[in-house]
């Protein structure tokens, strides 16, 4: 994705990460940030099926895609489980979504492609999300399952304030909303994701705004590096020859995708 902004600062979101049935990314605050008023800005390309997006304290806090394309989203202390009223169906596309939430005020926000697609009358209370227990891209932070297929790219955390989605993104001279690089605070638990950062094994999960990272499971931030014949040998397996690091990492002539393995898009 990449976008050259008009009115505001350019963007360049040039990494995603691929998760699937066995991948994903987990984080535990060591503190409580405010569990009232926070903003979250993603981008997300579908791959079909069903399972949850994000979640805290394993379904204290979700964001579940249904199969019929609808969200089932809930924060326990602040609203119980509410469907979105449209469906994310378009595999081809990739969907902004921002969640404004400022339970102070009683609402929750849903704004996808920059306009607004649902307002939940929110408890003015602590909700689950921004507490001190696991929360997870993929599937259930706790248990491990309920894991989606799906592209995600240039995540961003705003701990502490209800923003508007024109602070991420804006509509370009076709009407086609971009991205928009966010120049505010993150706030204490906040973090940005841009998946960037493949110095090792464990680095694509790092904050590119601070010092909240996130810890992968079976995701390598490592090129593909193709430089040899992919082939099926006599068992008609796959054989790949002369292929340095692709996929799970190693250095070995013969290279082995391990089942559910995922790998940052470059």
């Known amino acids: 994705i990449f976008y050259s902004a008009a009115g505001g600062a350019a963007e360049v979101i040039s990494r995603s990460v691929r998760l699937s049935d066995n991948s994903y990314l987990r984080r535990t605050p060591s503190s409580n940030?405010?569990?009232?008023?926070w903003t979250l800005s993603f981008w997300a390309k579908f791959c079909g099926g069903a399972g949850h997006i994000l979640s805290a304290n394993n379904d204290g806090f979700q964001v579940e895609l249904r199969s019929d394309g609808r969200l089932l989203m809930k924060n326990d202390g602040c609203f119980s489980n509410t469907y979105s009223?449209?469906?994310?169906?378009?595999y081809a596309a990739w969907y902004h979504f921002v969640f404004e939430h400022d339970a102070a005020n009683t609402y929750f926000k849903l704004h996808v492609n920059g306009e607004l697609h649902q307002?939940?009358?929110a408890t003015n209370a602590n909700g689950t999300f921004n507490h001190n227990n696991v929360h997870g891209w993929?599937?259930?932070s706790t248990s491990n399952d309920s894991l989606l297929d799906f592209y995600l790219a240039n995540?961003?955390?705003?701990?502490?304030?209800?923003l508007a989605p024109t602070n991420f993104g804006e509509y370009?001279?076709?009407s086609v909303w971009q991205p928009k690089a966010y120049s505010g605070s993150y706030g204490t638990n906040g973090y940005k994701l841009a998946f960037s950062d493949t110095s090792s094994y464990t680095s694509v999960g790092n904050?590119?705004?601070g010092s909240n990272n996130w810890t992968p499971t079976k995701i390598?931030?490592?090129?593909y590096d193709y430089t040899g014949d992919i082939t099926y040998n006599s068992s008609s397996s796959l054989s790949l020859n002369n292929v340095g690091r692709i996929f799970d990492g190693t250095t070995a002539s013969d290279a082995t995708i391990a089942n559910g393995e995922c790998w940052v898009e470059f």
């Open 207 to 209: 904050d590119s705004a």
């Open 138 to 140: 993929n599937g259930r």
């Open 155 to 162: 995540v961003e955390f705003v701990d502490g304030s209800a």
């Open 85 to 90: 009223t449209h469906e994310y169906r378009d």
């Open 119 to 121: 307002t939940i009358t």
């Open 33 to 37: 940030g405010n569990r009232k008023t």
């Open 172 to 174: 370009d001279s076709y």
């Open 220 to 223: 390598k931030a490592k090129d």
